[in-house]
């Protein structure tokens, strides 16, 4: 018996292999006729030094028949462990390509009811991708106008009832487990504020779901008579679900040319080994030290940014290991960075606005990898190219790429730290190390709060010392430290300039990398990462009070009645954070500024 269990399992495999050589080869001949030339556009510039590193890896990825085993969905790949219930997005375009009907369908019926705006309520995997389509692809001509309410600060949340008509606002409830309790609390709020205009009856046709199967959200659809449900692949983690239904049916909803898009991504699938010597790349450049991955990318398609972070940061940021992905920080001259930067440039071809500092970085010994794409639908072949780049890397690193052990910690401080509120009628406090100049500094020590073990209210405060306390926290960065700016605040333009304003001035003097984030939503992004990495991070948290009038969060669908705001999430979020971060022994400064844009300017200033 046991030899002919052998046979046969000798046999399957090699009609496995014979079967999918043959697949490469039909797919690699059509390929030449239809694909992009974004397929075949990476370029490599590295570093004499690194070469020869990056060739071994490369080398190492090829041997014993990693791609095929890759499809093949074997978890020994990485942790031999869970790996292979995680690859549910391989291969996925075939199958959202045959979806394309079904979403012309509820474009077309959504326009017809008169609908104008339509609002995102997620957070993490579930929402970045819809942004950055919006932000890539506008609003085509009668399609709907794509808001993301991924923030519980209390003024971004007000700001959408005061702009939107609830008559011609559509909402999308997006999450895969189907409990996200930032994502429940925009629903409850905005479904009453539906209930209050339009009537009990008119209420659920206002919304859409995009869950897995089984969820809790199913049964919300459900019991409220929301307009459709799209249950999606349980085997797709959410920082890989771009091109699932939390990716397309938002797509579909602006007007974004989804047939064309899937395309794009058919043509990268169809070379994955482009894809796997990517990410041999970055995951090799890491274990040698290279281990910030910084992004430049033309204006068109920017917003990629803010996906790729997650992707990256979620899936490489444990064991103390990671590779820091860095997004949106402006361009210096090659001085100010240190020697563990990597630099993915990706171009539209028409576009040579950064050509000239890209170069300047490669010749000043950075190494480069440039991506050239012809427009911005190429995006949809970039999620395909960075997601297999991602699983790979993780490979290199020993790391399973598909969990987020770290991503819980926060969640479950936060959840205390709420439920203290709920108990207590007041949440967990901070003693104030300092007060100075409209800034409110909180320094880690023996003051840190813990829910059922609240610090004092108010403590002895050196007027004067918080501008000294803010320098000689930044003069214990060292290179190959990273600042992280992780701002409680009302995200708006005004602040997101004078972060981005901040983050220069720190990179500039430290000679490290920047990034930022607005909470919660990097909770659900780089907050793995800033757990689950070696360390090398350095963070700065900024948190505003809740406004004077705070937005009631209400405890059911059913009814306005509320014992949580809005403002106290927030805070909540931000203290169980920053435990989170002191619990993994991470350096954390807390700065509260009376006015965000005001307080973070001053902030920039005080530079050691």
Known sequence: MKDATDKLTEDGVKQFADAFDKLLAAVSKHTEKTASSAVNN??????????????????????????????????????????????????????????????????????????????????????????????????APGYLDLAVLDSTDPDAVASHARRLDPARTLFIVSTKSGGTVETFSFFRYFYRWLVRALGPAAA??????????????????????????????????????????????????????VPRLLQR?????????????????????????????????????????????QLIAESTGKEGKGILP????????PAVYGTDRVFAYLR????????????????AGHPLLRIDLTDAYDIGGEFVRWEMATAVAGWRLGINPFDQPNVESAKV?????????????????????????????????????RPGSAAPASGTADAGAAADLVRD?????????????QAYVTPNQETTAALQRWRVALRDRLHVATTVGYGPRFLHSTGQLHKGDGGHGVFIQVVTA????????????????????????????????????????????RVDPDHAPDGIARLTGLLP
Do not use: C
């Open 265 to 309: 991504a058919v043509a990268m699938e169809r070379d994955p080994e482009a894809a796997g010597r990517l990410g041999a790349t970055i995951g090799e450049l890491a274990v040698r030290g290279r281990d910030k991955l910084t992004f430049v990318m033309s204006a068109p398609v920017a917003g990629f940014g803010s996906w790729v972070e």
């Open 473 to 485: 926290f930044l003069r214990g960065v060292r290179p190959g430290n990273y600042i992280a700016l």
């Open 326 to 333: 860095v997004a949106g920080e402006p361009l210096g001259p």
């Open 413 to 449: 401080l936060s959840r205390k730290m709420a439920q203290a509120y709920e108990t207590t009628g007041a949440l967990p406090t901070l003693a104030p190390t300092a007060r100075s100049d409209g800034l409110t500094v909180y320094a880690t020590g023996p003051e840190t709060a």
């Open 42 to 139: 990476l370029t490599y510039r590295l570093p004499e030094n690194l070469s020869e590193d990056v060739k071994g890896a490369l080398e190492d990825w090829k041997k014993n028949n990693k791609v095929k085993r890759l499809w093949a969905r074997d978890a020994s790949l990485w942790t031999n462990k869970d790996e292979g219930n995680w690859l549910g997005w391989l291969g996925i375009t075939d199958d959202q390509i045959s979806h394309n009907s079904e979403f012309k369908k509820i474009a077309d019926e959504i326009h017809q009811g008169g609908f104008t705006h339509l609002v995102l309520l997620g957070m993490g995997g579930s929402s970045l991708a819809p942004d950055v389509f919006r932000q890539t692809f506008g609003v």
């Open 546 to 589: 809740p406004p004077a009038t705070d937005v009631p969060i209400p405890d059911t669908a059913d009814s306005d009645a509320s014992h949580m705001t809005f403002g106290v999430l927030k805070i909540a979020q931000a203290l169980g954070d920053r435990q989170a971060l002191l619990d993994a022994g991470r350096r954390v400064l």
């Open 204 to 257: 659920g046709r206002h919304f859409i779901a995009i869950t897995d199967p089984g969820s809790g959200l199913v049964d919300t659809a459900t019991r409220y008579a929301f307009r459709a449900t799209f249950l999606n692949d349980p085997e797709i983690g959410g920082r890989y679900s771009a091109l699932s239904h939390f990716g397309l049916v938002p797509a579909a909803l602006i007007g974004a040319d």
């Open 348 to 363: 539209i071809v028409t576009d040579g606005t950064h050509d000239a500092a890209v170069d300047a970085l490669r010749a």
